[in-house]
């Protein structure tokens, strides 16, 4: 029969041993998961503001993950980017995403003085419709009407290009390959 002494002396230890091996767990799961959160070629800042133009543009865009999108598909192979940008103007792809968010942030800055992302729907949608018709005030590398076309084909593939999309549209989804993944 063991005693509780010797019991003791064996549970303990044990115990303790497995408490810090699960908290460390734990903590490493928590680390990946902010890791798996932040972007790979976009600062969180652009992200955001990438995502609320978008979402202007085209309801449900940000929160289907379109600055993820974006930025996934800069990080990549750019002969694999599923961006319309591939096929247009392949020189410098995330340069182009960066100067474009960056057209709209000093735009915004000049007409309200606040970011992108602190404006109202109103001012976010008046500076949409400013680029649509090229007539923004500070922004002008790139076109901002042709980040606008680039931008707006980002958000429609997120929004309505993936088997949800469909199915919100009441139209069978009908691939041949099904896609890994939604995008």
Same mark, same amino acid.
Request: charged fraction near 20%; proline fraction near 4%.
């Given at each position: 029969?063991?005693?509780? $002494? ?20 734990? %903590? !490493?799961?928590?680390?990946?998961t902010?890791? !798996?959160?932040? /972007? ?9 503001t990438? @995502?609320a133009?978008?979402?202007i543009?085209?309801?449900g865009?940000g &929160?289907?993950?379109?600055? $993820?999108?974006?930025?996934? *598909? ?6 694999a980017?599923l961006?319309l940008?591939?096929?247009? #103007?392949?020189?410098?792809?995330? @340069? =182009? /995403?960066?100067n ?8 915004? &800055?000049? %007409?309200? @003085? ?5 404006? *109202? ?10 680029a649509i018709?090229?007539?923004? &005030?500070?922004?002008?590398?790139? !076109?901002? *009407?042709?980040? /606008? =076309?680039?931008s707006?084909? #980002?958000?429609? #593939? ?9 199915? #919100?549209? !009441?139209? +069978? /989804?009908?691939?041949?390959?099904? +896609?890994?993944?939604?995008?």
């Amino acid at each position: 029969m063991i005693g509780r $002494r010797h019991f003791l002396t064996r549970v303990i230890p044990t115990t303790f041993w497995t408490s810090f091996i699960m908290r460390s767990l734990s %903590r !490493n799961a928590e680390a990946k998961t902010v890791e !798996n959160e932040s /972007y790979k070629t976009l600062t969180t800042t652009e992200a955001e503001t990438l @995502g609320a133009w978008c979402a202007i543009i085209v309801s449900g865009a940000g &929160q289907a993950g379109v600055a $993820r999108f974006v930025d996934e *598909n800069l990080a990549g192979d750019q002969a694999a980017s599923l961006l319309l940008l591939r096929y247009l #103007d392949a020189s410098d792809m995330a @340069g =182009f /995403y960066r100067n474009g968010i960056s057209g709209i942030e000093k735009e915004c &800055q000049h %007409r309200f @003085g606040l970011s992108f992302a602190r404006a *109202n729907a109103d001012q976010r949608l008046e500076l949409v419709e400013a680029a649509i018709a090229s007539k923004m &005030q500070v922004w002008t590398n790139p !076109n901002p *009407n042709f980040f /606008y =076309f680039i931008s707006r084909s #980002d958000a429609v #593939d997120v929004v309505y290009g993936t088997q949800a999309g469909f199915a #919100d549209l !009441n139209i +069978p /989804y009908l691939a041949h390959i099904p +896609p890994p993944r939604p995008w």
